[in-house]
């Protein structure tokens, strides 16, 4: 049950086409993909980092997730997403460990992945997200 991989690290950002310059001129790295995940009102684009994806976000909507928490916080890290296999299994488990969710299904996120997020009340601080892809096929190479 255990997750196999970081599949991305998520960070708020104020201004993507900024945020995607500073990773493809100065880090070198190239946007694979944007996409507009409505349901989390937060514009994305992705990178490859070896097996791991960087995620940027960009608010659609200043009373969003990722819009509250640049409010609150400024941009930076936003979140860590774990790779898992069962992942209505991990929620059960977590749940029964304490842990208070944010979802207790999993949802549809960005790439088509079932997702799910723990409350960073109950996880020392740091929004988790779960991740689970169900087509079976890692989007490393897209
Ligand atoms: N990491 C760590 N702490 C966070 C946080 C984050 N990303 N977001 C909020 N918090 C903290 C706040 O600082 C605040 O702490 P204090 O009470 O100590 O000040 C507390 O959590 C409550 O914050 P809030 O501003 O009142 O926000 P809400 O309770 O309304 O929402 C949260 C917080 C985590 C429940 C909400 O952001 C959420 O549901 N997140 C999951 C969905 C998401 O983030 N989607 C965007 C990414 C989508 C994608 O990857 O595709």
């Known amino acids: 049950m255990k997750p196999s991989h970081i599949e991305h690290i998520g960070i708020a950002v104020t201004n993507l086409g900024n945020a995607i310059s500073f990773y493809e001129k100065v880090l070198g ?43 609150k916080r400024g941009e930076g890290v936003h979140h860590i997403a774990f790779s ?18 944010i979802d207790k299904s999993p949802r549809k996120g960005a790439e088509g992945l079932d997702i799910a997020f723990l409350h960073p009340k109950s996880t020392s601080g740091v929004l988790i997200e779960l991740c689970e892809n169900k087509k079976g096929s890692y989007s490393k190479n897209q």
């Open 84 to 101: 898992v296999e069962k992942i209505e299994e991990l929620l059960e488990h977590a749940e029964k460990m304490g842990v208070k969710l």
């Open 29 to 71: 790295l190239t946007c694979y993909n944007t996409e507009e995940v409505a349901d989390q009102k937060v514009k994305t684009a992705f990178f490859m980092v070896g097996e791991t994806k960087l995620e940027l976000l960009e608010s659609t909507d200043p009373e969003g997730p990722v819009g509250k928490f640049i409010e």
